[in-house]
Nanobody, 116 residues
Framework: QGRLVESGGGLVQPGGSLRLSCAAS????????MNWYRQIPGKQRELVAD????????NYADFVKGRFTISRDNAKNTVYLQMNSLKPEDTAVYYC?????????WGQGTQVTVSS
């Protein structure tokens, strides 16, 4: 249990959009804080956005503010990342993460490539 499965990655042109999904097989999913991270080759993994269990509070990294939106559907045990106005520097592997107290689960990652 605690398995996260991501989907929605792919190749898009600059200025395009993608919607990432993360399906969570987690007991009491609504109690968990959900996060999206990304990792560019040769760089440290960095936090992109997070959302609290109720969904009322969200936080974004400065480099995605105004372009990305994180949301969740607790009835479907799913978290989303809507990515608009994509730039080549957004190219990375994007990871879903679930956190509750000291517990952490990670998805396998999905590749996002922004190129013309």
């Amino acid at each position: 249990q605690g398995r996260l499965v991501e989907s929605g990655g792919g190749l898009v042109q600059p200025g395009g959009s993608l919607r990432l999904s993360c399906a969570a097989s987690i007991f009491a999913f609504s109690r968990w804080t959900m996060n999206w991270y990304r990792q560019i080759p040769g760089k440290q993994r960095e936090l992109v956005a997070d959302i609290t269990s109720a969904g009322f509070t969200t936080n974004y990294a400065d480099f995605v503010k105004g372009r990305f939106t994180i949301s969740r559907d607790n009835a479907k045990n799913t978290v989303y990342l809507q990515m608009n106005s994509l730039k080549p520097e957004d190219t990375a592997v994007y990871y879903c993460n679930a956190q509750y107290l000291t517990l952490n689960y990670w998805g396998q990652g999905t590749q996002v490539t922004v190129s013309s």
